[in-house]
């Protein structure tokens, strides 16, 4: 087994309020796991610490076996990992073409320099269209953004992400507010983006996490409650007691 991320002891407290437990997680490369619980159960906290927006209180956090207690997000981006939000967020009035371009930019470590000619930025084009293709969105190459359906701008987000050349994404509810079909086709891309890399979602949508995870933490009151695949942790009585008390998110 690689473990690609590893927390130790995570803890957060906020004036006093416990968000998230001496939690202990770990995540194998080339897997994708998945983390759940009811609502106030501390996932987005977790989320959070793991990807670097909010400082733990205490524990320690290490990505591929190196210390990322202490970094910042850019530069754990840097790293290879790379997270996405339950929010879209594309440049509405780019094209698709242009807000991958945009990712092969800062990845390349070059500045955002949208004053810069057409011509000088048409060297990114082929690596864009090709992570546009591996999204399914070549025809909507020269749509603008901010026009796509929902579920087509988190395809996009997915592009630009994989843009980055992330060894591992995290991914934050990725189906919040899709229909079905939408949620259909972000499952096989996930699923097809999973065979190179390794993936860690936040993820309300039951039977998502039941199609596509390896492995699944449950949270319940910042502590982990549970662990396993689905089979294992769907059949625990106190992964069902939490649900069925609390509602799930």
């Known amino acids: 087994m690689t473990i690609a991320l590893k927390a130790e002891g995570l803890t957060k407290e906020f004036r006093g309020f416990v968000a998230v437990n001496n939690v202990d997680l770990?995540?194998?490369e080339g897997t994708i796991h998945a983390l759940i619980?009811?609502?106030?159960?501390?996932?987005?906290?977790?989320?959070?610490?793991?990807?670097?927006?909010?400082?733990?209180?205490?524990?320690t956090i290490t990505y591929q076996g190196r210390d990322i207690t202490r970094m910042k997000p850019a530069d754990i981006a840097r790293?290879?990992?790379?997270?996405?939000?339950?929010?879209?967020?594309?440049?509405?009035?780019?094209?698709?073409l242009q807000?991958?371009?945009?990712?092969?930019?800062?990845?390349?470590?070059?500045?955002?320099?949208?004053?810069?000619?057409?011509?000088?930025?048409?060297?990114?084009?082929d690596a864009a269209r090709?992570?546009?293709?591996?999204?399914?969105?070549?025809?909507?190459?020269?749509?603008?953004?901010?026009?796509?359906?929902?579920?087509?701008?988190?395809a996009l987000e997915i592009a630009a992400t994989l843009a980055l050349?992330?060894?591992?994404?995290?991914?934050?509810?990725?189906?919040?507010?899709?229909?079905?079909?939408?949620?259909?086709?972000?499952?096989?891309?996930?699923?097809q983006v999973a065979q190179s890399r390794t993936i860690l979602m936040v993820e309300h949508n039951l039977s998502v996490v039941a199609n596509l995870s390896d492995r699944i933490t449950v949270l319940a009151r910042g502590e982990i409650l549970a662990e396993g695949n689905y089979a294992q942790i769907s059949k625990?009585?106190?992964?069902?007691?939490?649900?069925?008390?609390?509602?799930?998110d």
């Open 165 to 191: 050349d992330p060894k591992m994404l995290l991914l934050d509810e990725p189906m919040a507010g899709m229909t079905q079909e939408d949620v259909d086709r972000i499952s096989a891309l996930i699923r």
């Open 37 to 59: 619980g009811p609502n106030g159960a501390g996932k987005t906290t977790c989320f959070n610490l793991l990807t670097k927006f909010l400082q733990p209180t205490r524990g």
């Open 99 to 125: 807000n991958v371009r945009v990712a092969l930019q800062r990845q390349r470590g070059e500045s955002y320099d949208f004053w810069r000619s057409e011509k000088s930025l048409n060297r990114f084009d």
């Open 26 to 28: 770990t995540v194998e």
């Open 130 to 154: 090709a992570h546009i293709d591996e999204v399914g969105l070549s025809e909507f190459v020269d749509h603008r953004a901010g026009e796509l359906p929902y579920g087509r701008k988190r």
């Open 236 to 248: 625990a009585p106190e992964v069902i007691e939490a649900y069925i008390g609390a509602g799930h």
């Open 79 to 96: 790293l290879g990992l790379v997270r996405s939000f339950q929010i879209s967020a594309v440049f509405p009035d780019l094209s698709v």
